[in-house]
Nanobody, 113 residues
């Protein structure tokens, strides 16, 4: 049974930075990992993904500001978020296996002055 345990997040002013972490049990190094987010009243949306070969893909809304990375020795995926904006406020979820796969518990990120 794969489990994804998230850490990080919190509150920050616009322009600030935060880093999210997601530690996985079970298989990790050969699988793609992703981050999604869900803002109040909105559907969960794709943020970024990293493959086993370390290819990456980003939603247009975060491209150039967010960086996804992974440490296979630690079974952990990260999301470095820079130049945060109020519209980045959401609960962020780590994911393995797409929308029907395994989800982390969610982490609140609030960007506000």
């Amino acid at each position: 049974q794969v489990q994804l345990v998230q850490s990080g997040g919190g509150s920050v002013q616009p322009g600030g930075s935060l880093t999210l972490s997601c530690a996985a049990s079970g298989r990790f190094s050969d699988l793609a990992m992703a981050w999604y987010r869900q803002a109040p009243g909105k559907q969960r949306e794709y943020v970024a993904e990293i493959g086993s070969g370390r290819w990456t893909n980003y939603a247009d809304s975060v491209k150039g500001r967010f960086t996804i990375s992974r440490d296979n020795a630690k079974n952990t995926v990260y999301l470095q978020m820079n130049s945060l904006m109020p519209e980045d406020t959401a609960v962020y979820y780590c994911n393995r296996g797409g929308r029907s796969g395994t989800w982390g518990q969610g982490t609140q990120v609030t960007v506000s002055s």
